[in-house]
């Protein structure tokens, strides 16, 4: 082969190999197109369109547009970690019966062509099935979700979150939370809620009670009638993550901290007939200028099973993380499927690792 050729290969694949690394971020959405089934008529109902940065960079949204004037749309401002979730909030006032298609055009930093997360169903004037806006059925009540999360918080805040409730009975319904945590308080409104209304309760933090670090969950249970008891049918996972306080850090400890890079933000196993067990391990980075403690490795699913071999990684040093996945487990638990590390790198406090699981369904 001619020198000057091997030449250019040799000057040109670093140059490549630093292109193809570098960092970019990756918006995906739940759904391209969110089934909304009957929805009243000028009646406002919100829903939110989920999405994921599965890149290796934070995620921003510029902009969130409606296609028409019958929408109002809510959008998060703060940068989306890679390997994190977030949610356009979408209110729809129909004023016209009948079926249609609505769009929600965004605009991120992952591409300069925008995104598109549409809308279907139907208008009605009385609406029959609520299987798409409440899907947890409980018998005689039914939830829109019995996943909550408090994510983000900062020691001394007080979050709140909402539970929307469809009675289902011809009788008035009284809702009552069981096991609350000391962390957790409830209020409800209205406190009976009337036959086919639909009622919320508000689950506010107290972080001050959170005991550690990191991540917090527990299950509470909603009692359906008096003397109901606990169990899988009625439990209502609880998540919080409670992050590191970096306020004190000036410019020129945060120019030396430690920083966070991570060979992948997700994975993907495929179980395998026989094997209880599958594992995948990626590499974690100090790409910083001083230690980086790994203060916290956490799983919200017990199918998910992880070991670090390092806790603290020096400067330009690297660690390895393997994450197991259990095939018994994987349907007889609530919780996302994703790993969680709490660093004392300021601009990666909290990193998720999503895992997605393969012919599971």
Known sequence: MNRRLILFF??????????????QPRFVPDSDI?????????????????????????LLIKEAKASCDCMDVTFPTAPIAAGSRGEIELTFNANLLGTFYKEVEVLTNASDKPSYIAIQGTVVTEV??????FPIDLGNVRLMTNIVEFEDVNSGDHPTAELQILNTDRTAYRPELMHLPSFLSAQYEPEDIPAGKV?????TLDSEKLTHMGLHQTSIYLSRYLGDKIGETNEILVSAILLPNFSYMDDEALALAPELSTSESSVEMTP?????EVSHTIVLTNTGK?????????????????RIAESTIHPG???????????????KSKGRMRVLLITDAPKQAKQYINVEVNGTS
Not at 43 to 58: D, E, I, V
Not at 128 to 133: C, G, I
Not at 317 to 331: M, P
Request: hydrophobic share 40%.
């Open 34 to 58: 969110k089934k909304a089934g009957e929805v009243a008529f000028q009646t406002p109902r919100k829903f939110r369109l989920g999405f994921t940065n599965k890149g290796s960079a934070p």
């Open 272 to 276: 395998q007939s026989g094997k209880k």
């Open 199 to 203: 009622g919320t309760i508000r689950l």
């Open 317 to 331: 040093k690297s660690t390895k993380l393997k994450i197991s996945v259990t095939a018994r487990y994987l349907h």
């Open 128 to 133: 029959h099935d609520y299987s798409d806006e």
């Open 10 to 23: 040799l000057l040109f694949l670093p140059l490549a190999s630093c292109l193809l690394l570098r960092a």
């Open 290 to 306: 001083r230690d980086l403690h790994i203060q916290q490795v956490q799983v919200f699913n017990k199918a998910i099973g992880v």
